[in-house]
C-alpha cells in the first residue's frame, strides 16, 4: 500500500504567492523525498529530508519534517507560473528496506 | 547525456502479446526500480534492484518479471499483457538508499 498521502490533491495560486503542500506517512522513515512531475514528463528529484533533520532549505524550497505526526511539508516561495506541476512525497523506510514509496501527489497551478 | 533512457517512448500491445520495456542508465547506480502511474493513484513500485543479481518484489509485481544481469540495464518484462496494464511506466534509479533517484521519460503502454 502507498506510504504517502498528500494534501491538498490541487492547489490554485496566483504568480508571487508562497505554496504550501503536506504529506502524511504511516511508518518510521529513513528519509522523505519530495519530487515534482511536469506534464507528460518523468519526474525529477528536488529535495531529501532524513529522519533526524526538521528542516531543510534548497533555494525557494523549504522542507520541514516533523516523524511525531509522520508529516511533512514543502513549502515553495514567491512561486512562478514555471512551478505549476504535480509534487509528490515518498519515503524510504529503515532497517535496510530499499524501497521508495510514493504518495498520490499535488497537483499545483501557478497562475500568471 | 548521463541519465535513465527508456525505450520505447509509445507501445500499443493486444491482450496476450508479451514484450520487453528497455530501462538503461549510465551513472554506475546500484539501485533501479520500475513504477507504474495511473490516473489518481500516484506511482506505484513495481519491482526493484539493489545490485546486479538481486531483485525483488514491489506493491504490484503481478503479470510482470524482471532481471538485473548488469549494473546498467534493468527490463521488465510483461508476460501476457492484459488492459489492465495500460499504465505509463517510469525507471528510475539511484545511487544508494541516502541520495535521490533519476527517472526516465516513461513508456506509454496501452494494451487494447
Known amino acids: 500500500s502507498q506510504q504517502g498521502e498528500e494534501d491538498p490533491q490541487a492547489l490554485s495560486i496566483q504568480e508571487g504567492e508562497n505554496a504550501t503542500m503536506n504529506c502524511s506517512y504511516k511508518t518510521s522513515i529513513n528519509n522523505l523525498q519530495w519530487y515534482r512531475q511536469n506534464s507528460g514528463r518523468g519526474l525529477v528529484h528536488l529535495i531529501l529530508?532524513?529522519?533526524?533533520?526538521r528542516e531543510k532549505h534548497s533555494g525557494r524550497l523549504r522542507v520541514t519534517l516533523d516523524t511525531s505526526k509522520k508529516s511533512s511539508s514543502l513549502l515553495i516561495t514567491a512561486s512562478r507560473a514555471a512551478d505549476t506541476a504535480s509534487y509528490f512525497c515518498?519515503?524510504?523506510?529503515?532497517?535496510?528496506?530499499?524501497?521508495?514509496?510514493f504518495g498520490k501527489g499535488t497537483k499545483l497551478t501557478v497562475n500568471p | 547525456n548521463a541519465g535513465v533512457t527508456q525505450t520505447p517512448k509509445f507501445q500499443v500491445l493486444k491482450t496476450g502479446q508479451s514484450m520487453t520495456l528497455q530501462c538503461a542508465q549510465d551513472?554506475?547506480?546500484?539501485?533501479m526500480s520500475w513504477y507504474r502511474q495511473d490516473p489518481g493513484m500516484g506511482l506505484r513500485l513495481i519491482h526493484y534492484s539493489v545490485g546486479a543479481g538481486i531483485t525483488d518484489q514491489g506493491e504490484v509485481p503481478n503479470g510482470y518479471n524482471v532481471s538485473r544481469s548488469t549494473t546498467e540495464d534493468f527490463p521488465l518484462r510483461l508476460l501476457s499483457a492484459a488492459p489492465s496494464q495500460t499504465s505509463v511506466y517510469f525507471c528510475a534509479s539511484t545511487r544508494d538508499r541516502e541520495s535521490g533517484y533519476t527517472f526516465g521519460s516513461g513508456t506509454r503502454l496501452t494494451v487494447v
Open positions: 515518498a519515503t524510504v523506510r529503515p532497517g535496510g528496506s530499499e524501497k521508495l514509496v
Open positions: 529530508i532524513r529522519s533526524n533533520e
Open positions: 551513472m554506475n547506480h546500484e539501485y
